[in-house]
């Protein structure tokens, strides 16, 4: 199955995703500007385009929204890849700008994760993946640092291979952020979750604190 | 009751507050730098070192943590300050850096609210304050965007009074950040929730997205 990758307006240019042919490209509002800067060619254009200016491109469809609107430009994208049957989405340039914007994208994740959907969040160097009830194995980051934070409630039966720090079947509350700054012990790391969502976040900087 | 200021070692020097004679001023590692940056005499030094580099002022108290440790620095300072009776926390430089450490510092918040102590964390030019089950009124931001997402899980019986799009005893879920670019109308406005908890976000940038 093909993925949906979501060009959002965050800050700066981003990192240009490994795409594959049969990737869907929505960029969002103010995302096409980053589309653009990243040479991605959106399928689709979704916004109220308060964030984006100049003329649009032509040949490109576009959803207008309402300026005034329950959804943010990413929650409408994201609603709209869902109903186009995609269960794979790639949140590009969506951390790291205004905190409310993040931490929106990642209730995004938390949407599709209970829609039975996969979805990564990028931005800043940042990259937060949701897993939901699930294992996810990570490959290819040795030594970096890696944390797993419970998100929309606790995390239970949290168990972890390749790390550091190991938890074995622990729980991980909202209020406690007992998995951040672990740190791969070498190529892969595994994470499981028996009963709620887990983020784990890659880290943009080394510096622990 | 005097606050408690927790020096965070977030990105950026930070804004520096607007400090009361009682403040009891905490740095955590590198944000001694930022403390020094601001001007800043803490009145307690938190941290295993591993971002605060040079040597430490004399004269302050230090609580050195172990590297291997389950809370994070800015954790370990909270815990010091309820720990001394502090029921009203302020931490700069919380927010912006890396995700993990972000999200981290806000779950210090729920953490916090968790028990009675009020929290509001500042950093790269956001500011999030956690309301627990009550009331909140910000004055002083008038046409400026403000947000309120629910945290931890569904925030229940949510109201707001002087704001663009008002809601009236709405549920907020952790999945759907419906409560995103809010704006206030006047100078003041408020937040009500009945059960569960809302982080409203003043964010950074004036671009709506």
């Known amino acids: 199955m093909a ?4 060009v959002c307006a965050g800050p700066g240019q981003g990192e240009r995703p490994a795409l594959e042919p049969d990737d869907f490209i929505i960029a969002c509002d103010g995302g096409l500007h980053t589309a653009k800067a990243l040479g991605l060619i959106p399928h689709l254009i979704v916004g109220d385009f308060d964030s984006y200016t100049g003329p649009l491109p032509e040949g490109i469809a ?8 329950d959804d943010t430009d990413s929650m409408a994208a994201i609603k709209i890849g869902l109903e186009r049957g995609f269960t794979d989405f ?7 700008g205004r905190l409310d914007h993040t931490l929106g994208n990642l209730q995004g ?9 996969a979805g990564v969040a990028t931005g800043c160097g940042d ?10 194995e990570l490959t290819g980051w040795p030594g970096r640092y890696v944390s797993a934070l419970a998100v929309g409630g606790p995390a239970r039966g949290v168990s972890t291979e390749g790390l550091y720090y190991p938890l074995c079947d622990a729980t991980l509350e909202v209020s406690f952020p007992l998995g ?14 028996v009963e709620g969502c887990l983020l784990i976040v890659l880290p943009a900087q080394e510096t622990p604190r």
């Open 3 to 6: 993925r949906c990758v979501i």
């Open 62 to 69: 576009v959803v207008r929204l309402k300026a005034e609107k």
């Open 90 to 96: 790639f949140l590009l340039n969506a951390l790291g």
């Open 109 to 117: 994740l938390i949407y599709l994760a209970e829609r039975g959907a």
């Open 127 to 136: 990259r937060a993946a949701l897993l939901h009830a699930g294992r996810m």
């Open 180 to 193: 951040v700054s672990n740190r791969f012990v070498g190529d892969t790391a595994a994470f499981s979750v």
